[in-house]
Each structure stands twice: as structure tokens, then as C-alpha cells.
């Protein structure tokens, strides 16, 4: 009984582990905006909590996931949208995209409880991305793979919580409220 449970506890841990959505490609893309759209990269420039992968939505539709010392990328119509991770918990940033600008976001990682914890998105120059991206794997989606959006209600919830929370203390979130790409 004590073997099947350490078994049961192993698999559940490693699941948490394996990324399922994501390819590396050979030659990863030039980060140059569409002319009527814009360009998110979202990287995460550490190895802590390496192996966990954490799950990135442009509001509710999946756009990619990360591990430690990865990023990705993808274009975003114009207009305001929530740019969410979920790991163990869920954290929001609310951008307004521009056609032809670039927009990089770094996420951050945390302690958590089961698995890593996000400490959510915060903005990078151009420059500073581009430093960090020298010694990050580029992973792109897998076109085969079974791409699963946001849970609603997790959605919906993650939003009131940042609004709420933004509303509470707009001091945190100053930084990320101001930004508007490059």
C-alpha cells in the first residue's frame, strides 16, 4: 500500500512536469512584428522550478507554455486583451496591443504548495529581452498537439481576482499598466 501511494504521489508530481503543447523548432523566428498585428513574447529567464511547465492564454484561447529558460511568441490582433498564466494559481496582465509594436513580457516564479507559483508578468525593454534571449530555448506550439483553452469559470475568476486587486493596490501594478510596448 505505502509503494502505491509513493507511486501515485511520483506520477501526479511528474505530471506537473511534461509539456505536451510545445515543439523546438530548429531556427527560432525573427521577433519583428506583422504590419496589422502585434508581437507578445512571453519568456521566463530562469531555470527555478525549471521543469514546471506553466500555461499562457490571450484571454481564454491558448497561446503557449513555458518551462524554465524558455520563451515564445505570438501575434495578437489589436485591441485590449488579458494576457493570463495559470500554474498553481493564475495571474493577469491587461494590455492594449498595437498593430506593429512588440511587446515583451517576462513571467515570474514563485514557492508554491504543489508546484511552482507564478508571481506574474512584468515588463521588459526590447534590449533587456533580447539579452535574455540569447541563452533561452525558443518553443513554438505543436500543430498536432491537443490545444486546450482557459477554463471558464478559472478564466472568469482570474479576472475578478485582478481587477479586484488592481483596484485594491494600483501601486503593484503601476509598471504593468503603463506599458505600451515597442
Known amino acids: 500500500m505505502k509503494r502505491f501511494v509513493i507511486l501515485m504521489l511520483l506520477g501526479a508530481l511528474l505530471s506537473g512536469c511534461a509539456t505536451t503543447q510545445m515543439l523546438k ?3 527560432p523566428p525573427e521577433l519583428v512584428a506583422k504590419e496589422d498585428k502585434a508581437l507578445l513574447v512571453i519568456l521566463r529567464d530562469t531555470y ?8 499562457n492564454y490571450l484571454d481564454d484561447q491558448f497561446i ?3 518551462m524554465g529558460n524558455t520563451y515564445f511568441i505570438t501575434d495578437v490582433e489589436p485591441g485590449q486583451h488579458y494576457v493570463v ?8 496582465a491587461d494590455l492594449t496591443f498595437e498593430a506593429g509594436k512588440r511587446y515583451f ?3 515570474g516564479i514563485a514557492m508554491g504548495v504543489w508546484r511552482a507559483r507564478t508571481s506574474g508578468f512584468s ?13 533561452l530555448t525558443y518553443l513554438e506550439r505543436d500543430p498536432n498537439g491537443k490545444l486546450k483553452n482557459m477554463d471558464p469559470e478559472i478564466f472568469k475568476t482570474a479576472i475578478e481576482e ?15 499598466l503603463q506599458y505600451k510596448g515597442e
Open 64 to 66: 503557449g507554455e513555458t
Open 162 to 176: 485582478y481587477k479586484a486587486d488592481v483596484e485594491t493596490n494600483p501601486d503593484a501594478y503601476k509598471e504593468m
Open 105 to 107: 513580457l517576462r513571467e
Open 25 to 27: 523548432p530548429e531556427q
Open 85 to 92: 498564466v495559470e500554474t498553481e494559481n493564475t495571474c493577469v
Open 48 to 55: 527555478f522550478g525549471g521543469a514546471i511547465v506553466f500555461w
Open 123 to 135: 515588463p521588459v525593454s526590447a534590449e533587456e529581452a533580447m539579452k535574455s534571449i540569447q541563452g
